[in-house]
Nanobody
């Protein structure tokens, strides 16, 4: 059973930046494609970004392209999400997830391990 723990959320003004981290234990981190997802109050969970096993390939939701960067450090068992130019619409609980298949995906159905989430609030 993999354990995923997110950190780095908080309150930031519009235009600001945050970096989220997700530490994975209990499984070999480099064996899993990883993803970030988010869920705002009253809305469904949506994809944010996904990254391949090596970190060489990354995919983004259109809403965050050019502003967010996903990365991973397999030596540290850690996934990152650098978020720049934040907007109030980015306010949500952000979750990291470990994939069930060999390839990264923006579909939450392709992930079977999830963290507890970290709150990101962007004020206008």
């Amino acid at each position: 059973q993999a354990q995923l723990v997110e950190s780095g959320g908080g309150l930031v003004q519009a235009g600001g930046s945050l970096r989220l981290s997700c530490v994975v234990s209990g499984r070999t981190f480099s064996n899993y494609p990883m993803g970030w997802f988010r869920q705002a109050p009253g809305k469904e969970r949506e994809s944010v970004a996904a990254i391949s096993l090596s970190g060489g390939d990354a995919y983004y939701a259109d809403s965050v392209k050019g502003r967010f960067t996903i990365s991973r450090d397999n030596a540290k068992n850690t996934l990152y999400l650098q978020m720049n130019s934040l907007k109030p619409d980015d306010t949500a609980v952000y979750y990291c997830a470990a994939g069930r298949t060999a390839y990264p995906s923006l579909s939450p159905d392709n992930y079977n391990y999830w963290g507890q989430g970290t709150q990101v609030t962007v004020s206008s």
